[in-house]
């Protein structure tokens, strides 16, 4: 039984924080603001609107590079939940509330709203 244990364990490793940790390393190398190597958001491209994605990838480059308030400008949820993206990998038990989808895609949707208002202080939430 402690093998399998075992076995289970070095497969999430290999599956989960193999492809993880070299993301990180490539997001690290490559700017995303200035390669091609990460297509844009689709939702930009046709829309023309922020989705609650828009400016995560160049967020993480930034957080990489201990630049915290270049990521806040980038995508400021990136930064308020990655803690809380950790906790639940870590504890995958929190994950298992089954009110937890729902606050989540209300959060992404309600923020994708707010950083699409062309006012104060809500432009604050869209990249720049
Ligand atoms: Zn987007």
Redesign the pocket.
């Known amino acids: 039984l402690k093998a399998s244990a075992a076995v289970i364990a070095g497969v999430k490793i290999v599956t989960v924080a193999v492809p993880v940790l070299g993301g990180l390393v490539v997001l690290y190398f490559a700017d995303p603001s200035q390669c091609r190597l990460f297509p844009p ?1 689709p ?2 491209v046709a829309t023309g609107l ?5 400016g995560a990838t160049r967020a993480l480059h930034c957080l990489l590079h201990g630049d915290v308030s270049g990521a806040m400008a980038k995508n400021p949820l990136v930064v308020v939940a990655l803690p809380f993206i950790v906790l639940l990998c870590l504890r995958p038990s929190l994950a298992q509330k089954p009110a937890l989808p729902i606050v989540i895609l209300a959060i992404l949707l309600a923020y994708a709203v707010l950083r699409n208002i062309p006012l104060y202080p809500f432009v604050l939430l869209a990249p720049h």
């Open positions: 958001c939702i930009h922020y989705c609650s994605g828009c």
